[in-house]
């Protein structure tokens, strides 16, 4: 009876190694299959290319020397360096900036200068956009809005021009006798001696033109010069030509826009018969020998 009760002890025993067992060789083909699962996912996917670019720090405004605290080297995706990122600190610190740089913003060779070249204010070529000329016109007070038009307003111009007619044998001149519009959407670089600090447009950072059609954001607000004797304006090649010459037979009036307003509109000439109302009563004329 002993042995009978001590063989099925035995028995359960057993029976209780042999799940364990088996409890632990399921275990065991879960932890290596999940293992094999996540090398096979890391082989499978691609390495991401990355490169180093030097980037701001911190906020830099315009006009700023950069300083080694300013900048670092920071490696980014291949796809997501800009075509004009420096690569190296050593050619960042000791420029100066012409924009401002946001923190974490690349730092692009458009947008900084050597410290021995002015980053504004008297770096009118800084400004210029490829293919564009800058064209000086005489002006005061009174032709150009009152003194208050800003380097980075966008202005047309007007010229009023003499008449001369031919009577009989006879030639007579007729001055200021009709007005007309030379140039629309014409963007003010400098008022006298102050210069327009613009923002990049879309795209200009990466190379690209800017739209003559578009208008480019001033970076920093100037002062009015009402005593200021000369306008700078940004002009196509053939248009400082027609510019120049409209100077020399006329005189010139800069016709501020509204920001933002671009719209070019066809505008005809006005002639000096246009002011006379066609029913204004004429006064008598005397006639000759004096009696009316």
């Not at 208050?148 to 001369?164: A, K, Q, S, W």
């Not at 970076?219 to 010069?225: C, F, G, H, V």
């Amino acid at each position: 009876m002993a042995r009978s009760l001590t063989g099925r002890a035995a028995g359960r025993t057993n029976r209780h190694y042999l799940v364990l067992a088996v409890v632990l060789a399921l275990l065991s083909a879960v932890l290596v299959y999940a293992a094999i699962s996540r090398v096979d996912e890391g082989d499978s996917g691609s390495p991401v290319s990355v490169t180093t670019v030097v980037v701001a720090k911190e906020a830099i405004p315009a006009r700023t020397e950069i300083l080694g605290s300013m900048v670092e080297l920071r490696q980014v995706p291949i796809n997501a360096r800009s075509d004009l990122a420096l690569g190296g600190i050593e050619e960042a610190v000791g420029k100066v900036t012409r924009y401002p740089f946001a923190a974490n913003e690349q730092v692009l060779s458009s947008k900084i200068v050597a410290s021995d070249v002015p980053a504004g204010g008297e770096a009118l070529s800084f400004v210029i956009p490829e293919g564009m000329r800058a064209v000086s016109i005489s002006t005061n007070q009174v032709l150009s809005a009152g003194g208050l038009i800003l380097p980075g307003d966008y202005v047309d111009i007007l010229g009023v021009f003499d008449l001369e007619t031919q009577v009989g044998d006879e030639t007579e001149n007729r001055a200021a006798f009709y007005v007309q519009t030379i140039l629309q959407n014409v963007e003010v670089l400098a008022v006298a001696q102050t210069i327009v600090d613009v923002v990049p447009a879309i795209g200009e950072e990466d190379g690209e033109a800017t739209s003559a059609q578009s208008q480019r954001a001033r970076n920093t607000e100037e002062e009015p010069l009402p005593d200021a004797t000369t306008v700078t304006l940004l002009a196509t090649p053939e248009q400082a030509e027609l510019l120049f010459l409209a100077e020399s037979n006329g005189t010139l009036r800069a016709v501020l826009r509204g920001f933002g307003d671009a719209e070019e509109q066809e505008v005809r000439p006005i002639t000096e018969l246009e002011l006379v109302p066609p029913d204004l009563p004429l006064p008598p004329q005397p006639l000759k020998g004096g009696v009316p």
